[in-house]
Structures are given as structure tokens and as C-alpha cells.
């Protein structure tokens, strides 16, 4: 009993071992209700569903957010709260990356939310590395904040003046041409099924073939991958400790794929988010450089700044799109 107390209490990460525990156990729980309660069987997720289900996601982050409050102190709770928030915005853009993945390969509406189900199980590993090398370097190298700092910085200003409008290509995408030429891929979906045995033409024998469902589930965990590159910084930029940051990004990302097919439907509406997005990253990337050279700006400023510039962006976007023709990214195969 000694031996598990002291396993617990061991430090990881700069926790105790079993707030990493609690945070994983409330994860699976979630990923167990999801996949073995509510979505059992594969059906379509309507608008209505999506949204009651993001409100139960929303509720569980903020409760635990309310927790790492509680227990750590305010200043990591703002910083949560602000980096969950943060998470959320940016992956906007990563809804409408999905939808057009979606479209592409025709993935039926029936079986979308598979491909996104176990493309969280794949966000959890991959973000964990990436979080885990960023705060590695960053605890070795005070320096690599500034570079951080300088990426958002860039990243921020080139939001504000780069024109939008333009489609992304998924079919040109270089990744998606290296997988069908390394991989047996059938023509035809084949159910919910990822993978499927089939006779191989050249040689006849039964081989295993890789489904276009596979393929998508393959790109969108690509596809976060690519949007990692700027919200990991980011999040930096508001805090250093690995627990806010991997806390609050996956919380973020789960409510984000609950929330995806309402999202999806409505993405237009929120067009002139990205102007607000940009003047965030700039303000985080600027907040950087201050931190370092004339001291620790108050978190509650973060949040506050980050709130006002994302609610403005978002109202903002609704007001301006309201009489624009209604527009659903969400691929309608059958």
C-alpha cells in the first residue's frame, strides 16, 4: 500500500502522479460513454445532438477546470481556461480542413463520427509527444520561448493580411498521393470498416486492403498534426507547466469533435474569426517577448484580452454573415 501511495504521489511532469491519472481515467470514461453508450450503433448525428453533447463536453472542462482552480491556485486556473479557450478558437479552421477531407472522399454522414472517434484516440498520443518535447525544450532552453514568440508573431501577421477564399485541394495534398502509392486501397467504402480482405489482382491471394475511410481517418490526424504547429506554441505562450497545457488542449479537442457537426454546418458564419484569431496570436507572441524582458504579464490580462478579441471576432462574424446564403460543408453522402 506504501509502494502505490509513493508511485502516486512521484512527480511527473512537474505533477504528482495521480492528477495524471485523474485527467486520463476522466478521458477514458468519456471516450467509454462516447463510443460504448451514445454511440453504440453508427447514425447520424444531427444538429440538435451536437450541440447538447459539446454542452455536456463544455460542462465537464469547465468543472475541471474549476478543480485545477481550486486545488493549484487561480493563476493556473485562468491560465487553463485561457489556453482551453484559445484551443477552441483555432481549431476552427480545423473543422473546415475535416469537412473538406470529408467531402473528398464522400465519407457518409453515417459513419463520420467513427473517423472522428478514433482520430481523438490518435490527437491524445500525438499531442502528448508534442507537448512533452516543447516543454522538454523549454525547461533546457529558455530561448526557444522567444522563438515561439516570433513564430506566433509571424503567424499572426501574416493571418491579418493573407487573403482567404481559396479551397485547399485534397487531392494534391502530397501525404494523400504517398499513402495511395504505398498502400492497397479499395475504390468503394465498405461500411463503417476500415480495413477489409480482399483477393489481390495481380497475385490472387487473399490480402488485407485499406478502405477510403482509413485514408480519411489517416488525414485528419494529419490534418491535426499541421494545426498543432500553432496552437502548441501557443498555448506555451500562456504556460509552461505540461499539465494546463495538455489538459486544456484535450479538453478543447474533445468538445471541438462533440461540437464538429453543428460546426460544419454553420463554418461560414464565422469568416471574420480568423481577423480575431490573428490579433491574438499577436498578442500572445508579444506577451512572450514581454514576459521575458520586463516581467510576468497577469494571467487574468490574457484571458481578458483572449476572451474579448475571440467574442468580438465571433459576434462580429455573425453579424456580418447573417444575410449571407446559408452554406454546409458536411459531406451529404448516403
Known amino acids: 500500500m506504501e509502494t502505490v501511495l509513493a508511485f502516486l504521489s512521484d512527480d511527473f511532469l512537474g505533477k504528482a502522479v ?22 453504440k450503433k453508427d447514425h447520424v448525428i444531427e444538429v440538435k445532438e451536437s450541440l447538447w453533447l459539446s454542452a455536456f463536453y463544455i460542462a465537464i472542462a469547465a468543472a475541471f477546470g474549476g478543480w485545477v482552480w481550486w486545488s493549484l491556485g487561480p493563476d493556473p486556473g485562468i491560465q487553463y481556461f485561457t489556453g482551453f479557450a484559445l484551443e477552441k478558437a483555432l481549431a476552427l479552421d480545423n473543422v473546415f480542413v475535416i469537412s473538406l477531407i470529408f467531402s473528398y472522399f464522400a465519407v457518409p454522414r453515417l459513419y463520420q463520427h467513427r473517423v472522428l472517434f478514433w482520430g481523438i484516440l490518435g490527437v491524445i498520443v500525438l499531442r502528448g509527444i508534442m507537448i512533452g518535447l516543447g516543454a522538454a525544450l523549454v525547461t533546457e532552453f529558455d530561448w526557444v520561448l522567444y522563438i515561439f514568440g516570433a513564430f506566433l508573431l509571424i503567424t499572426g ?15 494534391d495534398n502530397p501525404v494523400l498521393r504517398f499513402l495511395k502509392r504505398h498502400m492497397r486501397v479499395t475504390d468503394e467504402m465498405h461500411g463503417h470498416d476500415f480495413f477489409v480482405k480482399k483477393p489481390d489482382p495481380k497475385t490472387g491471394r487473399i490480402v488485407r486492403w485499406a478502405t477510403p475511410l482509413f485514408l480519411a481517418l489517416l488525414m485528419v490526424e494529419f490534418a491535426d498534426i499541421v494545426f498543432a504547429v500553432d496552437s502548441v506554441p501557443a498555448i506555451f505562450a500562456i504556460t509552461t507547466d505540461p499539465y494546463i497545457v495538455y489538459t486544456s488542449n484535450i479538453f478543447a ?9 453543428a460546426l460544419a454546418a454553420m463554418v461560414h458564419r464565422f469568416h ?12 500572445i ?24 478579441l475571440l467574442s468580438g471576432g465571433v459576434l462580429y462574424s455573425l453579424w ?11 459531406s451529404t453522402a448516403e
Open 157 to 171: 501577421v501574416k493571418m491579418l493580411f493573407m487573403q482567404g477564399g481559396e479551397d485547399k485541394d485534397i487531392g
Open 18 to 39: 495521480w492528477m495524471w491519472m485523474l485527467f486520463m481515467g476522466i478521458v477514458v470514461a468519456l471516450l467509454v460513454f462516447d463510443l460504448g453508450v451514445l454511440n
Open 320 to 330: 456580418k454573415t447573417a444575410r449571407e446564403p446559408k452554406g454546409d460543408l458536411v
Open 285 to 308: 507572441g508579444g506577451k512572450i517577448f514581454w514576459n521575458q524582458l520586463y516581467g510576468k504579464l497577469d494571467p487574468a490580462v490574457s484571458l481578458g484580452v483572449t476572451f474579448a
Open 253 to 261: 479537442i474533445l468538445g471541438l469533435r462533440a461540437l464538429y457537426f
Open 272 to 283: 471574420y474569426l480568423k481577423y480575431a484569431l490573428a490579433l491574438v496570436l499577436v498578442f
